[in-house]
């Protein structure tokens, strides 16, 4: 199947311009054109964007992914770099997710105060202290008394 940019953007949901500076950037080098002179996008093509933007959106850098697509290698080489390239990047994106997880635990745990302290507002009751505020302020005055 061959396609021209526009096609090509709405599948991969990159816009044209971006499909353009890949192929500038030398992460898709030899895109096809017609008589025209237009790009003209095959299968492989398409299957090759959508691998570059998952890398992108993993925060690979273009340099990067450049490496990872040049292919300039022997074929045993080419697998085994990018294996490498691959594991490097899935233990990148483990430890986002970890910092993802506690930062979401850290906004559950505010969440869960700010109901109970509405809940408390709106009864007419006191607004209770928040648990975490206390034991981090607890833990600042611990900090800054004993580096007197």
Do not use: W
Request: aromatic share 6%; charged share 25%; net charge positive.
């Amino acid at each position: 199947m061959a396609l021209g940019i526009s096609q090509a953007a709405a599948i991969t949901g990159l816009s044209a311009h971006t499909l353009r500076y890949y192929e500038k950037e030398g992460l898709l080098p030899r895109v096809g054109r017609d008589a025209t002179g237009n790009r003209i996008f095959t299968d492989s093509d398409l299957e090759n964007l959508l691998l570059i933007r998952c890398l992108k959106e993993t925060g690979m850098s273009i340099k990067e992914i450049r490496a990872f697509m040049s292919g300039q290698e022997d074929e045993g080489t080419m697998l085994h770099n990018r294996l490498s390239v691959l594991k490097r990047q899935e233990n990148h994106v483990l430890a986002k997710i970890m910092a993802y997880q506690k930062n979401r635990e850290l906004i559950g745990d505010k969440l869960a105060y700010y109901q109970q302290a509405c809940a408390a507002y709106d009864s007419g009751n006191p607004v209770p202290v928040c648990d975490l505020c206390a034991l981090r302020k607890n833990k600042i005055r611990q900090f800054l008394h004993s580096n007197k």
